[in-house]
């Protein structure tokens, strides 16, 4: 399906019924990673209409000059929300970057958003200024090597996940590598050159998020990590606030179990 949004044509699927959910993926990945995630969950709840869509520049949303910088991403995602939720209230469900972007939205009081859920969140976009752990050492799987035609992908899944099992490696290669493959990398670099962080960013910390919020991260998260989401969001009012132990950034791969039982109790606080 497609949204128009100016001149861009966002893509973007959806699936069930009922509530709205907007899904937004992290940088350089698409839709795939979200829906990866979250879907196991959905197909056993009814109620919800899930939408999952691509991010300009990433999956098959073409990239657009117009979009400078974080804040015209933003509103990108808001025109769309207006065409394709309307003034329907919402739940919001961010990764990474992604989540980052939701973060923006729920600033915004004219959005109806009921629920706020966070993988792995961005909360500052300078990565020099991210107080980040050091990564622990991979749990390896002695035959994954063997299976991996390309160097290449494998030292690339080993730099991103802490538990590189053949299991991991397939979901990898479905959701992540899959995006990665068609991302337009030279908008994105000129976009982070540009403005990959919010001219607004200091006001996050003001943030009054009153609805039902779980931010789940990793204790090896070595890509945004986990105390800059605590330091900015401990204070809000209905926060569920978890560092998984053992998982990088991937976490609702390295650790399904737990996400899953994480996203069905915010979903049963909604």
């Given at each position: ?8 044509p966002?893509?973007y ?10 899904c937004?993926?992290?940088f ?5 990673l ?5 879907e196991p ?25 117009w979009?400078?910088?974080?804040d015209?991403m933003?509103?990108v995602?808001?025109q769309?929300?207006a065409?394709v939720i309307?003034?329907?209230?919402f739940?919001l ?7 980052y972007l939701?973060?923006g939205?729920?600033?915004d ?5 009921d629920g706020l ?5 961005c909360?500052?976009?300078d ?7 050091v ?13 991996i ?15 590189a099992?053949k ?11 899959s ?5 337009d ?21 003001e ?5 039902p ?6 204790e ?15 204070d ?13 950034h ?6 399904s179990?737990?996400f899953?039982l994480h996203l ?6 909604i």
């Amino acid at each position: 399906m497609e949204c128009i949004v100016k001149d861009l044509p966002v893509y973007y699927e959806e699936h069930g019924e009922g509530k709205p959910v907007l899904c937004l993926h992290g940088f350089a990945v698409d839709h795939r990673l979200v829906k990866g995630a979250l879907e196991p969950v959905f197909e056993q709840e009814s109620g919800y209409r899930r939408i999952y869509l691509d991010l300009p520049g990433m999956g098959q949303t073409p990239r657009r000059d117009w979009i400078e910088n974080a804040d015209v991403m933003l509103e990108v995602v808001k025109q769309f929300i207006a065409k394709v939720i309307g003034e329907e209230s919402f739940l919001l469900v961010g990764n990474s970057y992604g989540g980052y972007l939701a973060l923006g939205l729920a600033s915004d009081p004219s959005l109806h958003i009921d629920g706020l859920f966070l993988m792995g969140p961005c909360v500052i976009a300078d990565y020099t200024k991210r107080k980040l752990p050091v990564k622990g050492e991979a749990v390896i799987d002695p035959e994954l090597k063997s299976m991996i035609t390309s160097p290449a992908d494998y030292e690339n899944f080993l730099a991103m996940f802490v538990i590189a099992t053949k299991e991991n490696w397939h979901r990898f290669e479905v959701e992540i590598l899959s995006g990665l493959r068609v991302a337009d990398t030279f908008f994105l670099k000129g976009y982070r050159k540009r403005g990959y962080g919010f001219s607004f960013e200091d006001q996050l910390k003001e943030l009054r998020f009153v609805k039902p919020i779980c931010v789940l991260t990793g204790e090896w998260d070595d890509a945004v990590g986990y105390e800059d989401a605590w330091q900015l969001l401990k204070d809000l009012p209905q926060l569920t606030f978890v560092t998984l132990d053992g998982v990088g950034h991937n976490l609702h791969i390295e650790n399904s179990e737990a996400f899953n039982l994480h996203l069905r109790e915010w979903l049963r606080q909604i």
